[in-house]
């Protein structure tokens, strides 16, 4: 059975993401989607948020699961006979920190290997970071997340704002 973890920060959630995770769903038996804890330092979403939002827009697939992770990758790999890691290619920009990191992990986990899938085209220059910056302008962020999302989007960054009062 092939094992796959797909990891990131998906602060939030896209529909880059998504495509991704459907995509990887089909090529693993089994595919974890893990959400890195502390790796943005002003999150706009908890990392208990992030995984809610990852369930509810991955629920249609059975063998996908979410869940989240500290410290190293390949070590959360290895907790569960994960011997694949998933990472999205959108631009060439991407390449040079995926190819460090995927070399860095097998040489510490020779048995954990990396499989790149490029973005589709419609998704090359989305980013949750294009979201955020977007949505805190009240722009339309509809065709980058979906519905769910993109309401609960808003609601943060009303929240924020409130509080900010
Ligand atoms: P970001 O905050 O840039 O969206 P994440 O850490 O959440 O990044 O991304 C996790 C993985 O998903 C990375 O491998 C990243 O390259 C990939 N990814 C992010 N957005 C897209 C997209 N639009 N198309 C394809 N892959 C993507």
Known sequence: MTTAIYPGSFDP???GHLDIIERASRVADRLIVSVLINSAKNPLFTVEERVQLLREETAYLP???VDSFDG???EHARKHGAHLIVRGLRAVTDFEYELQM???NRKIAPEVDTIFFTT???YAYLSSSTVKEVAGFGGDIS???TPQVEKAVFAKIAAGRNKMR
């Open 13 to 15: 959630v896209t529909r």
């Open 63 to 65: 063998n996908v699961t």
């Open 72 to 74: 190293l990758l390949v």
């Open 102 to 104: 995927s070399q860095t």
């Open 120 to 122: 589709s085209l419609e």
């Open 143 to 145: 065709a980058f997340v």
